[in-house]
């Protein structure tokens, strides 16, 4: 995977051996000399990931990394902070500013390599999805709030996979301040059923198993699709970076390397964990912005928009069902009237309540769609057009029925609509504009025949 890489550094010499190292895979490089440059050179270089020094004169790496969090249009880039220095506090307090990875000189290559391919893969799939929600807010013209914190995670869920109790109960004691649930479990089996049904933020994996291999677990839950994006910490002895590169590129997200220091497992977890939140929010955001962009926002019914992406397959299960499949258009008679004498609120109370009685009279397996303005259709496979024709009716009925209660009008208003059936056979043909072309053909003569009626296609006038 090619990729722009930009290297922060102040000595000549680190810069030269890291440019070494990267050039074996193609990556394209740019260099920054301190924190300064490197935040001014973000904007022209557009690096997919930054390798950042930490002891630099003007501002150093830690500073560095919280300008580049802070900033939405940089903190997606992912950041691998490098230094000499060993202390597990200068590791945490990495973690803490927003690095992603925290690499001790001298650099392992193979650690390094891997660490740079398993966050590059993360980038592309967090780029995809900003992409798709950036795509479903210009269709949709409501603005979403972020469904959650991505920095609260105290609701988190978190399963350790481990034949060792004693590490088990250290990483338990360590998240307790952490996460709501902590469950163990020694095998890939237990962990794949636990994870089937629990709906985890966080696994804990063991390298070093007595009974199985522990690189199994990373290769079963990502080509799991339940699974695939949950993200899983490897924890290893130091003799086995060659094995944890292998788990980075099977799909692992983070390593700990025995033995585990309490501050920075916790650091490690929590920065996993606000992955994982920053990811569900895009999921859930996208989701639910692509139902706002196909559904009616005053009625909920499904939009025109909708209609078209989804009709030619009610159509074509009608063909090859040969079974019939009706239309039904329906207008709200005189509801320019509602508007000018009663006001445009009134107007939306009148729309939203004859929405609702259509949607409850209509079976679940009927696709309910607002048109336009006062116009609705419901598509009602496997029904034809007498049957079409008397669920209309009993339609017309629920509205004239009762009164619709609005804002200043105590006794409500006497709401009718007109509504026009069509149905699909094989003179006709299935295409969408004939069978709606002539449900509103019928809707017409309903109109012209005095409104507040029901009319079948082929009916006279």
Not at 271 to 278: D, I, S
Not at 413 to 422: D, F
Request: hydrophobic share 45%; charged share 30%.
């Amino acid at each position: 995977m090619s990729a722009r890489i930009l290297i922060v550094d102040d000595t000549p010499l680190n810069v030269k051996l890291l440019q070494a190292k990267l050039a074996h895979d193609y990556y394209i490089i740019s260099t920054a000399e301190n924190g300064v440059e490197a935040l001014a050179k973000v904007a022209s270089a557009k690096p997919d990931l930054i390798l950042l020094d930490v002891m630099m004169p003007e501002m150093d790496g830690f500073e560095t990394c919280r300008r580049l969090k802070a900033d939405p249009a940089t903190a997606y880039i992912p950041v691998v902070m490098i230094t000499a220095l060993s202390d597990v506090a200068d590791r945490v307090r990495g973690l803490a500013a927003g690095a992603d990875d925290f690499l001790g000189k001298p650099i392992n290559d193979l650690a390094l390599m891997a660490r740079i391919r398993s966050l590059l893969r993360m980038k592309v799939l967090m780029d995809e999805w900003r992409l798709r929600e950036a795509t479903a807010l210009q269709l949709s013209p409501f603005s979403v709030e972020p469904l959650v914190d991505p920095l609260d995670v105290r609701d988190s869920r978190v399963l350790i996979v481990d034949d060792d109790n004693d590490a088990a109960v250290f990483i338990r004691e360590t998240l307790t301040p952490l996460s709501a649930f902590i469950a163990h479990v020694s095998t890939a089996n237990e962990a794949e059923d636990a994870l089937a049904n629990g709906g985890y933020d966080l696994v804990f994996s063991n390298l070093d198993r007595r009974d199985e291999d522990g690189l199994e677990i990373c290769a079963r839950l990502r080509t799991n699709p339940a699974t695939r994006h949950v993200p899983l910490l490897l924890l290893a002895g130091s003799e086995e970076m060659d094995r944890v590169a292998k788990g980075l590129d099977l799909g692992a997200n983070d390593y700990l390397v025995r033995p585990f220091d309490a501050q920075e497992l916790f650091a490690r977890a929590r920065a996993q964990l606000r992955h994982k939140r920053n990811y569900d929010r895009l999921r859930e955001g996208l989701e639910r912005n692509l139902m706002m962009a196909l559904i009616d926002p005053l009625t909920g019914a499904f939009n025109r928009r909708y209609l078209d992406a989804h009709l030619p397959r009610f159509l074509q299960h009608a063909a090859d069902a040969r079974k019939p499949l009706s239309v039904q258009m329906i207008d709200i008679d005189f509801f320019k009237k509602v508007n000018d004498s009663h006001g445009h609120g009134a107007g939306d109370a009148v729309l939203k309540e004859v929405a609702r009685r259509i949607s409850s009279g209509v079976r679940p397996s009927d696709f309910f769609v607002r048109m336009g303005g006062e116009e609705f259709a419901v598509v009602m496979p496997e029904i034809d057009l007498p049957s079409a024709m008397k669920i209309a009716d009993r339609l017309r009925q629920s509205i004239e029925g009762t009164p619709i209660v609005v804002e200043d009008v105590p006794e409500g208003l006497t709401v009718t609509i007109s509504i026009g059936v069509a149905e699909t056979n094989p003179d006709t043909g299935n295409d969408r504009e004939k069978i709606f072309d002539r449900a509103d053909a019928a809707l017409f003569k309903a109109k012209q025949g005095g409104r507040n009626r029901v009319v079948g296609d082929g009916a006279q006038p």
